[in-house]
Nanobody
Framework: QVQLVESGGGLVQAGGSLRLSCAAS????????MGWYRQAPGKQRELVAT???????NYADSAKGRFTISRDNAKNTVYLQMSSLKPEDTAVYYC??????????????WGQGTQVTVSS
């Protein structure tokens, strides 16, 4: 019923920038919050940034000051602007949405992930 599709990942040199996008589609009544998480090899998935319906944001310490999360409510899309990228940012980045679907069922959904690789 609900799908999240990420895009924008790729290979970038340290200090460079990337902009990730995630579009939610399907039977959606409302989206409470969307966020970005990442998982590096051998590590657990961790929060990068979240944004709620009112625009309030939350960032991991590692992302604060370098990454900016934003959303376009009309498009059910969330973005992650990443600047000053470091090799430690290398991971698969996943989009998440906390929402109610068309049947008003509350749920959390994940995208398929997009690879971000930062070279030194």
């Amino acid at each position: 019923q609900v799908q999240l599709v990420e895009s924008g990942g790729g290979l970038v040199q340290a200090g460079g920038s990337l902009r990730l996008s995630c579009a939610a589609s399907g039977s959606i009544f409302s989206i409470n919050a969307m966020g970005w998480y990442r998982q590096a090899p051998g590590k657990q998935r961790e929060l990068v940034a979240t944004i709620n319906s009112g625009g309030s944001t939350n960032y991991a310490d590692s992302a604060k000051g370098r990454f900016t999360i934003s959303r376009d409510n009309a498009k059910n899309t969330v973005y992650l602007q990443m600047s000053s990228l470091k090799p430690e940012d290398t991971a698969v980045y996943y989009c998440n949405a906390d929402l109610r679907d068309g049947a008003l069922r509350r749920g959390s959904y994940w995208g398929q992930g997009t690879q971000v690789t930062v070279s030194s």
